[in-house]
């Protein structure tokens, strides 16, 4: 059964940063591209971020020099490092595999104060 778990959300001052962590089991982790997505309140839900098994990275204009996606394969783990915060940040973040999304987790809550 695969499971999606986000965490390491939470409020923070603009300029500040945070680290979220997303455990993924039941699927083959080491062959898929995951993908950090937010949803801001009356938005639509948006790519921020994705790594492929090899490591290519690729992020949304909008956080480009701020964010930065990681993978730990022996823990099954992507990470999404956030710096620069800005209130635009404020959303829940999701991670999810890319090409064939599975069922989504709860999500964590990133908020980012002016």
């Known amino acids: 059964q695969v499971q999606l778990v986000e965490s390491g959300g939470g409020l923070v001052q603009a300029g500040g940063s945070l680290r979220l962590s997303c455990v993924v089991s039941g699927i083959l982790f080491r062959f898929e591209t995951i993908a950090w997505y937010r949803q801001a309140p009356g938005k639509q839900r948006e790519l921020v971020a994705s790594?492929?098994?090899?490591?290519?990275?690729h992020y949304a204009d909008s956080v480009k020099g701020r964010f930065a996606i990681s993978r730990d394969a022996a823990k099954n783990t992507v990470s999404l490092q956030m710096n620069n915060l800005k209130p635009d940040d404020t959303a829940v973040y999701y991670c999810?595999?890319?090409?064939?999304?599975?069922?989504w987790g709860q999500g964590t809550q990133v908020t980012v104060s002016s």
């Open positions: 790594i492929s098994s090899g490591g290519t990275t």
């Open positions: 999810n595999a890319r090409e064939v999304p599975r069922p």
